[in-house]
């Protein structure tokens, strides 16, 4: 374990004004999602091919060196990669307007048998998919906490606010002072949900070292730390696009050790195990990685 690299550190966030987000949520109502899709593909993707080098050379590194594709081949499936991540940014601006997408649960047992026990448990998401349009869609019977990046733009964070009104999903940002560890550790101790995306490093924190789609990777230590201290059940989750209306939540067990293994071997065993599950979402949609910057460390 050690502390994060910050040349491989994520910084990004959700581009977009005010106005422009509240501009698309009305053209998707008026025009309807697919026209809107076709747009995108038409005038926006070709400009983030041609004009966000960085991002794309990432991409296709990544179907290079990561799923093995051969160039020409990682070229397309860049390109791909690029319409199904503008596809996932207008099904959120399209929740945020109230829309509902179809959630096909593949062993949905692994998430209801946990949520309706009393037992609190731990969901671990990536950015693979569309993972925010879980906490829209899909019911659940008790109390929902979801992890959010405190430094996105106010109004970014009042959509989503205005998208879960009514829902028993709560937003949690993180804050420097670090109350949000507080309340996180508190809805386990509650029985509550806790949800939180674990594949990038975003600040200067400790890291576990993995394995993913053969070369190291590192995660961010705290939700392992958080799921071990707690002694909670832990499951990963992936909500992969299908079709203009549908979405498959694929849901996999994650591995919390054995009995008599230190709290650095139970974090150790569960970074292993999340990563396995990252893999085998990526062989079936290996178009949805939307992690655009060098992820690797070789």
Do not use: C
Not at 200 to 212: D, E, H, Y
Not at 262 to 273: D, I, K, P, V
Not at 291 to 297: G, K, P, R
């Amino acid at each position: 374990m050690e502390a994060a690299r910050t040349d491989r550190k994520w910084t990004g966030k959700t581009d977009g004004t005010p106005w422009m987000h509240r501009a698309l949520v009305g053209l998707i109502r008026v025009l309807g999602l697919r026209t809107i899709y076709v747009v995108a593909a038409v005038f926006v993707v070709p400009f983030y091919l041609l004009f966000r080098g960085k991002a794309r050379r990432a991409i296709y590194r990544y179907f290079r060196q990561r799923q093995g594709f051969p160039p020409l081949k990682a070229a397309w499936h860049t390109v791909r990669n690029h319409f199904r991540f503008a596809q996932v940014i207008l099904d959120r601006a399209a929740s945020y307007g109230g829309r509902h997408f179809e959630m096909v649960l593949e062993r949905p047992e692994l998430f209801y048998d946990l949520a309706n026990g009393p037992q609190g448990f731990m969901m671990l998401g990536s950015h693979i998919g569309n993972h925010e349009i879980v906490g829209y869609s899909l019911p659940s019977p008790k109390p929902m906490n979801a992890l959010a990046f405190g430094g996105e733009a106010g109004h970014i964070i009042r959509n989503r606010r205005t998208a879960l009104a009514g829902s028993n999903v709560r937003l949690v940002e993180i804050k420097d002072d670090l109350s949000h560890l507080f309340i996180l550790n508190n809805a386990l101790a509650d029985g509550e949900i806790v949800t939180v995306l674990s594949d990038r490093v975003s600040q200067n924190g400790k890291t576990l070292a993995v394995n993913l789609l053969g070369a190291p990777v590192r995660l961010p230590e705290g939700p392992f730390f958080l799921a071990a201290a707690r002694e909670v059940p832990v499951i990963s989750v992936f909500v992969l696009k299908e079709t203009a209306h549908r979405y498959r939540v694929l849901l996999y067990p994650v591995d919390a050790g054995t009995p008599g293994m230190s709290r650095q071997e139970r974090m150790e065993t569960m970074a292993a195990s999340y990563a396995r599950s990252i893999e085998e979402a990526l062989r079936r949609y290996p178009d949805q990685w939307f992690n655009y910057y060098d992820y690797w460390e070789s």
